[in-house]
């Protein structure tokens, strides 16, 4: 008995000298490294989930050809989102343009260890009735289709994230930044192809509850701002569950700034994970995780094999 005992001791005696000096080995690694290697390595890991990182800013956006496309969205995504540790505002604009209707949506909020903010837009293969938005299938626009859009996301702290690209679903998501959603302002900013779609649009969001005096309008290009949501009311289970992520989400935010704490930068932070510990890597990159029992069934790692698959979210990771 004694003897194993002394051998269990053993191994986690080398267990963890063999631990120390390769932590030691990755983060000498790391400070070797040019700051353009350091960024042309983080696109290349995060192209693969349908995301690029923007190193000066140091933030995540999604990228226009990402996998995550071809599912499209329904309102069930974020009904289930705080079951997968997604807690966000969310304010969703129904309109009528051309025999279709058009869903341009936006969320402010929590992604796990990232705040985030996302601008994403569908439509739906023909008119529907307002019954029929809750069960809807839409699809992302397609290339000819998608819009100029831009978002500033602003922090409790002051600090601002800005982006502004041609885009089906425009993102920022600031890695190791724990935020309440209700903290976020989110000014967004979308060019429409003509006036009828403008006022359409606008239509639909003064009717989404957005306020008049929040919108601003040049040309072709409406902007507003997104503090709070309007004529949401969460159920008790509902609020049960936002709060019990949050609560996951703060304390994986600390768990991260901690493990890599030998870094003050973002993206040596990300790189430092991604050599230390492989599958917390991987689950920083799920931004939008509703994907994750799809890649089980097949077994895969890498989002870009389960494009064979019917991703269970569509437009975020």
Not at 27 to 50: D, H, Q, T, W, Y
Not at 97 to 117: D, P, S, V
Not at 157 to 180: D, K, M, Y
Not at 258 to 279: A, G, K, M, N, S
Request: with cysteine.
């Amino acid at each position: 008995m004694y003897a194993a005992l002394f051998i269990l001791l053993l191994l986690a005696l080398v267990g963890m000298l063999f631990g120390h000096f390769r932590r030691k080995k990755i983060i000498r690694r790391i400070r070797e490294m040019e700051k353009c290697e350091k960024c042309s390595l983080l696109e290349e890991l995060a192209e693969p989930f349908g995301y690029r990182y923007h190193c000066r800013c140091g933030f995540f956006s999604s990228t226009v050809d990402a996998w995550q496309k071809a599912g499209g969205y329904t309102w069930a995504y974020d009904y289930l989102a705080p079951r997968f540790q997604m807690v966000f505002d969310s304010l969703p604009v129904y309109f009528n343009y051309r025999g279709r209707t058009w869903l341009i949506e936006f969320w402010k909020g929590q992604y796990g260890i990232n705040a985030g903010a996302e601008i994403g837009i569908y439509h739906a293969d023909r008119l529907l009735s307002e019954t029929e938005y809750r069960s809807a299938h839409f699809q992302a626009v397609g290339e000819a289709e998608m819009l100029s859009c831009g978002l500033q996301l602003c922090l409790e702290n002051g600090a601002c994230v800005r982006i502004s690209e041609r885009h089906w679903w425009l993102t920022a998501f600031l890695p190791g930044v724990f935020s309440q959603p209700s903290n976020l302002c989110l000014e967004a900013t979308v060019c429409f192809n003509n006036r009828e779609m403008l006022e359409a649009f606008y239509r639909g969001l003064c009717k989404a509850g957005c306020s008049a005096e929040k919108v601003t309008v040049q040309n072709l290009c409406l902007s507003f701002t997104f503090h709070q949501p309007c004529n949401v009311h969460y159920g008790f289970l509902t609020r049960l569950r936002r709060r019990l992520s949050q609560c996951l989400n703060r304390i994986s935010c600390r768990l991260f700034l901690w493990v890599t704490r030998p870094f003050t930068c973002t993206e040596d932070r990300i790189l430092f994970l991604y050599h230390y510990l492989p599958f917390c890597f991987r689950k920083l990159m799920r931004l939008r995780r509703f994907h994750r029992r799809c890649h089980r069934k097949h077994g895969c790692r890498r989002p870009k094999c389960c494009r064979r698959c019917s991703p269970r979210r569509g437009k975020k990771p």
